[in-house]
């Protein structure tokens, strides 16, 4: 901690989520950097920073989800002024990067998370370090490094601590593709596994997108075409539990929580299962919308979350949503990034799988 007192270490923080700005400063035994971020009457956002920046490794603390696009600017902007004030190194401490649902594409649509890791590399950061990140492979739209670190030791740990009779319980994937983090869970605490599979809402309507057109050409230049096979379309079948929930507890895990309407789905499954206690544990606790309200009303006991987003406003409407703590993870990477030390241990034990 020597180095840091002697001012080559500045930790700087966004609006999104000041809480979990002073904790990591808090326990870095730093404080936060003066810097006045707000939006002018005009809407465009303004950032002053307060203090020299020059020659210093800074650090800007910004998450996702609340208000993402003024996030996003203050973080560009709060980035891109430290770059042209001459500071050292910017890194980019992101614990839920926004966009990051939107990483594939989708009929006419566009990768947003690679233009949003365009925009930030753009901007002067040099490192990013987030958490969780919906796929792993966002990773390689950086052109700067990425420390992506894991909130599963935060979330194990608040299982054996906090769940009574946790050892009764069963790891629940809520659809096929959440069923590699839940056997992860499952292996680690040597519980059994199910997974739900099947439709858990209601399918949009197909839009008018071309994709029956044009129509299949039999003949070019005289020269009959054989028709070219179709897809058989898909129909999930009706919602349904593999594996065995009866009498015992479901802790349903995934990366994040958004809308609640397929948690809620599940969870009236499981109960009707048998499951006699059902669990949401997610990384990020996005909960926009009305899903507090639905939460509460649903058969779910608890809904655990990680404070990479401010959920406080979902707290009040909601009794059952409880936080983890994850800033121990995010100052200790802060930590061995500012003295050049390895990230390695911040991963022990982590598979790629994981």
Known sequence: M?????????????????????????RLGVELGNVDVYLQDNKETKVDIGESVRGKDVFVIQTGAKDVNNAIMELLIMAYAC?????????GVIPYLPYSKQSQMRKRGSIVAKLL????CKSGLDHIITMDLHHKEIQGFFDVPVDNLRASPFILQYIQEHIPDWRNAVIVARNPASAQRATSFAERLRLGLAVIHGEQKVPEQDKV??????????????HSLDMLPLFTPKEKPPIDVVGDVGGRIAIIVDDMIDE????????????????????VMATHGILSADAPKKIEESCIDEVIVTNTVQHDLQKLQS???????????????????FHKESMSYLFRNISMED
């Open 2 to 26: 020597n180095n840091m007192s002697r001012g080559a270490l500045l930790v700087i923080s966004g609006n999104s989520h000041p809480e979990l700005s002073r904790l990591v400063a808090a």
């Open 209 to 222: 997108d071309g994709r029956h057109s044009p129509p299949t050409v039999r003949t070019f230049s005289g």
């Open 260 to 279: 609640a309407e397929s948690f809620v789905a599940a969870a009236d499954v499981l109960k009707e299962r048998g499951a006699y206690k059902i669990y």
């Open 83 to 91: 770059k042209t004030s001459s500071a050292n190194s910017i890194v």
């Open 117 to 120: 890791a365009t925009m930030l």
């Open 319 to 337: 009794d059952k949503i409880r936080t983890i703590d994850i800033s121990p993870a995010m100052c200790e990477a802060v930590r061995r990034i």
